[in-house]
């Protein structure tokens, strides 16, 4: 039988058959095989708590990956639900295009320039808003290139970004990212942006090479491509601090190190794309503030309002920010959405939030520590040839053969497999290739992460037995 949706006054109840027929129907989702989803029927999330989502069906699923790598501050805030009323009676929209401004646009720009505590020479007094992660990346390639024309150096053009790194969707965000298929498919990138190899350790180190100097070497692929189109021409590197849609790829500690002094000598800008790794997820307010980098651009999305409603921006360091606003003239640039008043005062709530409960200081000193060790301790399982946390999110990778570390081959979908006993069994968990990753929500408690570790090893357990049964294992 199945379960009866209950739906506004004025609406009949649909069954979740009927929810599907209409989706299919109607609803074209993103990164989907639209055939293959109609014919499957998509799972309809009902309503959420805490940590949990439950589905039509009523199962109840732990949400290890946040929504998508955004709600922070767990679903059912009242505290957000309330900000959103509340402004949306005050002032529910009005730009800020024409000399015009709203309360809580400039309240979160003030709010924001102090959580992005300054770095060296770096300061981040202005936020450029937008309403999403790739609305924020295309900003950021239209502030980079002006920033250089304005400095007179029109031909500066290029951005250098990684493969496997994701920077949106939109043209200049896939662009910039390095998912082949996105490329593949939108004749992308456009010119004037090219990639260099991820830092992945796992996958890209020499045998017997230590992390320390495969992580100097990789920084050492930018430096090489510097060189290769002529560091002139170069306008900025741009990079998530830890690579997220990637499969939760973490750099050696010394990669950061080497790229700051790779970009200060030849003097290119640095773009933090931060839109999952800024609010707490590293158990800092900001990646770079965790790895100590000197970024002139940060990217931030998602958890500026935990999900609830869509906001980003950029963060717009004193370098860029002081050439733009003395010399620039009108920027011909800008959203219908930038600065909307709803969604900042959302913002505004979800960082309150955050600051009452005191999540940032709770991941770094509590959480993270304990996930590394918990997390970690996976290694132990028959199917899994690493297991590495940052703060709070972590990545594993499933292997035919633990001694050797060798991989499955790509067409048994290994990942695709666990994913299934994941859902299944009430657990969210993303797999990227037969990289398994999570991304918690921060208001998580101790024993709500034994929970999840002990429903990622009842998964595991069951992707041993089928691929055993089929004969892989
Ligand atoms: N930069 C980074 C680092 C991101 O993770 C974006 C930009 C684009 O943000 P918007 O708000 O435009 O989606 C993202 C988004 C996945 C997945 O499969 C990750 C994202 C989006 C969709 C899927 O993990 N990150």
């Not at 058959?17 to 014919?39: G, N």
């Not at 959580?115 to 770096?122: C, E, M, N």
Request: hydrophobic share 40%.
């Amino acid at each position: 039988m199945s379960a009866v949706l209950k739906t506004p006054d004025t609406q009949p109840e649909l069954s979740t058959e009927e929810i599907q027929r209409l989706d299919s129907a109607h609803f074209l989702h993103p990164f989907t095989d639209f055939k293959a989803l109609a014919a499957k029927g998509s799972r309809v999330m009902k309503r959420a708590e805490g940590v949990y989502v439950w589905d039509s069906e009523g199962l109840k699923i732990f949400d290890a990956m946040s929504g998508l790598w955004c709600v922070n501050v767990g679903y059912g805030r009242k505290e957000l639900a309330d900000a959103a009323s509340a402004q949306m009676m005050e002032l529910p929209y009005y730009n800020a295009f024409f000399q015009t401004t709203n309360v809580p646009a400039v309240k979160l720009a003030h709010k924001l320039s102090q959580l992005a505590t300054p770095i060296g020479d770096r300061r981040f007094d202005h936020v450029f808003f937008s309403s999403s992660g790739s609305e924020s990346n295309d900003s950021n390639l239209r502030m980079v290139r002006r920033y250089w024309d304005l400095q007179g150096q029109r031909q500066r053009k290029t951005v250098i970004s990684r493969k496997n790194a994701y920077h949106g969707s939109t043209v200049a965000g896939a662009s910039l990212g390095g998912m082949i298929g996105m490329h593949e498919q939108g004749d992308l990138p456009i010119p004037g942006i090219v990639h260099i190899d991820q830092p992945y350790y796992f996958e890209n180190a020499h045998s017997g090479e230590s992390e320390e100097a495969f992580g100097v070497r990789a920084a050492g692929w930018l430096e090489a491509k510097i060189l290769e189109l002529g560091a002139d021409k170069v306008a900025a590197f741009i990079a998530e601090p830890v690579q997220g849609a990637g499969g939760v790829i973490i750099p050696p500690t010394t990669y950061w190190p080497e790229i700051q002094r790779i970009v200060d000598k030849y003097g290119i800008l640095l773009i933090s794309d931060e839109v999952i790794c800024a609010f707490g997820r590293l158990g800092h307010w900001f990646g770079y503030q965790k790895f100590g980098y000197k970024p002139d651009l940060i990217t931030f999305a998602k958890a500026v309002t935990s999900g609830y409603v869509p906001l980003g921006g950029v963060m717009v360091g004193n370098r860029v920010a002081e050439v733009l606003i003395e010399k620039g003239g009108e920027f011909n640039h800008g959203y219908t959405y930038s600065g909307h008043p709803v969604a900042c005062a959302v913002a505004l709530a979800n960082l309150e939030v955050m600051e009452k409960e005191n999540l940032v200081l709770k991941v770094r000193d509590s959480l993270a520590p304990y996930l590394a060790q918990h997390f970690g301790a996976l290694v132990d399982h028959p199917l899994v040839g690493i297991a590495e946390t940052c703060g709070l999110v972590a990545g594993l990778v499933l292997v035919q053969d633990k001694a050797t570390k060798k991989p499955f081959d790509p067409d048994l979908s290994v990942g695709m497999i666990c994913r299934k006993h994941c859902f299944a069994n009430g657990l969210i968990m993303r797999a990227v290739g037969d990289r398994m990753i999570i991304s918690p929500p921060l208001v998580c408690s101790l024993a709500q992460l034994d929970e999840l570790m002990g429903l990622i090893r009842q998964c595991l357990d069951l992707t041993w037995a089928e691929l055993k049964q089929l004969g892989h294992v």
